[in-house]
T-cell receptor, first 113, second 114 residues
């Protein structure tokens, strides 16, 4: 059974720091991995999607990497800002025949001014 | 392009009642999935629909059901509500089948069961 784990559960950093959020999955046979952001009481915003054949994806100050063999993904946020404060969730999809996302519990990030 | 919309945004029901939630996907998207989010269990998959057909179903009791219409809009129904059904219900839409394209989420419906 695929399980997704995110460490740490919470993180507090001063504004301007570069930071890394971690995501691990137990079964390396994934189809793709997606990172989302969730603001309190709101829905999820898609940040980056990495296909299983890719090693990384970049969007602005965000960079996500994927190492299937070790069952790990990282989300790198450069020059963090208070507006980055949110919960970050990673989720995997196991095959092309299903859209079922298997989520981690998330990392809640606070960026202090 | 308008995003995924969900109605209603907030709902309060009592135990034993039933509820219907609605989701309108992004224009052109044919796949809709539903998730339940609670503080204890996190995000859990309920169903996935594509072109009016249920493709996948999560591990929820039969009180949870759903459907998709020809215009891709989807509804989910929960009958005989229990206190534990209190949650944020999120729907997501994507253009293609399964995991081949990114999924975009709506703002959710907050259901409170008293």
């Amino acid at each position: 059974k695929q399980e997704v784990t995110q460490i740490p559960a919470a993180l507090s950093v001063p504004e301007g720091e570069n930071l890394v959020l971690n995501c691990s999955f137990t079964d390396s046979a994934i189809y793709n991995l997606q990172w989302f952001r969730q603001d309190p009481g709101k829905g999820l915003t898609s940040l980056l999607l990495i296909q299983s054949s890719q090693r990384e994806q970049t969007s602005g100050r965000l960079n996500a990497s994927l190492d299937k063999s070790s069952g790990r993904s990282t989300l790198y946020i450069a020059a963090s800002q208070p507006g980055d404060s949110a919960t970050y969730l990673c989720a995997v999809i196991l095959s092309s025949n299903t859209g079922k996302l298997i989520f981690g519990q998330g990392t809640t990030l606070q960026v202090k001014p | 392009k308008a995003g995924v919309t969900q109605t209603p945004r907030y709902l309060i029901k009592t135990r034993g009642q039933q509820v219907t939630l609605s989701c309108s996907p992004i224009s052109g998207h044919r796949s809709v999935s539903w998730y339940q989010q609670t503080p204890g269990q996190g995000l859990q998959f309920l169903f996935e629909y594509f072109s009016e057909t249920q493709r996948n179903k999560g591990n929820f009791p039969g009180r949870f059901s759903g459907r998709q219409f020809s215009n891709s809009r989807s509804e989910m129904n929960v009958s005989t509500l229990e206190l534990g059904d209190s949650a944020l219900y999120l729907c997501a839409s994507s253009w293609g089948v399964g995991g081949r394209s990114p999924q975009f989420f709506g703002p959710g419906t907050r259901l409170t069961v008293l």
